[in-house]
């Protein structure tokens, strides 16, 4: 698919070499893009989430958060501690449910949002476009607009300011992932600590593995494959076309306003206004190529959709720029769907949610997102679990009694150091035996296992099925755990 090179018409009049989704050849020389900045409702949409993303990321592992047992860190994973400390919650391994329910949540909503928007996700709030995004933010602050990123491109090495402005921007970049990279390892310690640890040489080796290896990855997908990664690594881009619908709303050219009968001409004498232009069969499309030039991608959406364009909106933005220039109505590039281009008097665009596929993914969300919060408003303060011993299931002994053997595990993720007592319903008095573990004092975040026996005389163990541990914390929280008695039958 990917190969194809066109030459586009930019404002100031150059030819502009862009690469192309075609039937072309597979393998060709990339040709670097070098987008135009505008402005619009969608540039502004992608900024704002860019800054919150930013935002959010990067400042994160030093936003304070007190804690009795832990680093005063509102998100940090504890991997010695074995749990994460997300605000007030406390994920440990066990919760693996969670993890699980939030990936199942996650691809639900990419298949919402795909089916209803098209590849909106990729346009506005994967990690590749964003970080591409700021790379493009210096570059575009140390080399200046596009016109002047072209003619430094074109300079040799040997010229001072190519040297000087390029320089500078590589250097941004490595400084960028570099800081990308360390605010990841941050999360895993307690930020100030760890930042220390990183600068003196104190910190273990994987923080430094990590560093780089991210610094290099952030380095080589944001500055250098760029488009590269959603074209032909994201497997994301390539399974998208099946949750497209006709009804989709996603970035279209309207050909048939755009190129009329005699197709689509620059705006020369004679042909800049809009009735003059239909006088003579020609489209609102005054050939500009500002659509083109803005793309970050490097396609013309004037070619039909393409698997390549990522649905960010930008190019919608030029096109309305440019229609508000000429004074033709806005929305000869627009989110609308393929059925409402197709009608001869394409309707106001809106989202169609009415479908069974777009309703499934919606209430699947809602009942996911509904199930999630509930089972973690509803966590019990501690973990417990009752294993028999069964090697062996049962002891006789001297005295003709029968021994059964228990093993309880208990977890306290309360947050808080707790007290549990532990008693047993069903058996007979002095039955239970925890040596000195009635009670037991239990930090936050450790487990203590017990060991308990029941000693029965023949006669009652042979009546006896079933007893329960019970097991309660000061809270007034307890749980009952059922257990068999084994003997001789
Ligand atoms: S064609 Fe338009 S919407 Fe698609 S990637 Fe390019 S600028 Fe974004
Ligand atoms: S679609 Fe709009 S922005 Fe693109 S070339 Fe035509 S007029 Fe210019």
């Not at 992932?177 to 080796?205: E, K, M, N, R």
């Not at 002994?397 to 319903?425: F, H, K, M, P």
């Not at 023949?458 to 019970?470: G, I, K, Q, S, T």
């Amino acid at each position: 698919m990917p190969g194809r090179q066109t030459l586009s018409a930019g404002p100031e009049g150059k030819k502009v070499q862009q690469p192309q989704s075609s039937d072309g050849d597979l393998y060709f020389k990339r040709i670097p893009i070098v987008p135009r900045s505008i402005k619009g409702p969608f540039r502004r949409f992608k900024s704002g989430l860019l800054w919150l993303s930013f935002a959010v990321y990067f400042l994160l592992p030093w936003l304070p958060w007190s804690r009795h047992d832990a680093p005063a860190q509102a998100v940090m994973f504890d991997i010695p501690g074995r749990r994460y400390l997300i605000f007030d919650l406390i994920v440990y391994p066990q919760d693996i449910f969670w993890l699980s329910m939030l990936l199942f949540i996650a691809a639900v909503l990419l298949f919402f949002i795909t089916a209803l928007f098209g590849r909106a996700f990729c346009g506005y709030f994967c990690f590749q476009t964003l970080w591409t995004d700021a790379f493009m933010l210096l570059e575009k602050l140390f080399q200046g607009e596009r016109p002047a990123r072209l003619r430094l491109m074109r300079e040799p090495w040997s010229n001072r300011e190519k040297l000087l402005k390029v320089g500078a921007t590589r250097v941004a970049w490595v400084l960028l992932s570099f800081w990308t990279a360390l605010t990841f390892v941050l999360y895993f310690g307690y930020a100030p600590d760890l930042l220390v640890a990183v600068f003196t040489g104190q910190a273990a080796a994987a923080a430094y593995i990590t560093t780089a290896a991210l610094s290099f990855s952030t380095y080589a997908a944001a500055a250098l494959l760029r488009e590269h990664v959603c074209t032909f690594i994201c497997p994301y881009g390539r399974f998208q076309s099946a949750m497209y619908d006709p009804e989709t709303l996603t970035v279209h050219y309207d050909s048939k306003r755009g190129e009329a009968e005699a197709g689509r001409a620059v705006a020369r004498a004679g042909l800049r206004g809009r009735d003059e232009r239909q006088g003579k069969g020609h489209g609102d499309c005054v050939d500009c190529g500002l659509c083109v030039q803005v793309c970050p991608v490097g396609i013309d959406i004037r070619d039909g959709l393409q698997a390549n364009c990522i649905s960010c909106g930008l190019c919608v933005d030029a096109c309305n720029n440019i229609m508000d220039k000429m004074g033709y109505p806005r929305g000869l590039v627009r989110y609308d769907s393929e059925v409402n281009l197709l009608k001869p008097q394409p309707e106001p665009v809106r989202p169609h949610w009415k479908s069974l596929k777009v309703l499934g993914y919606g209430v699947s969300l809602i009942l996911m997102c509904a199930y999630l919060v509930y089972d973690i408003g509803h966590r019990q303060s501690f973990e417990h679990s009752t294993q028999q011993i069964r090697q062996p299931l049962y002891v006789t002994l001297s005295d003709g009694s029968i021994r059964n053997r228990y093993q309880i595990r208990l977890t306290n993720i309360s947050g808080d150091e707790e007290v549990y007592t532990i008693s047993a319903r069903g058996l007979p008095e002095g039955a239970l035996d925890l040596g000195n573990f009635r009670t037991v004092h239990i930090r936050n975040g450790k487990s203590v296992i017990i060991q308990a026996s029941v000693q029965l005389d023949p006669a009652r163990a042979a009546a006896l099925n079933e007893f329960e541990f019970v097991i309660g914390n000061s809270k007034g929280e307890v749980v009952v755990d059922t257990a068999r008695f084994f003997t001789r039958k």
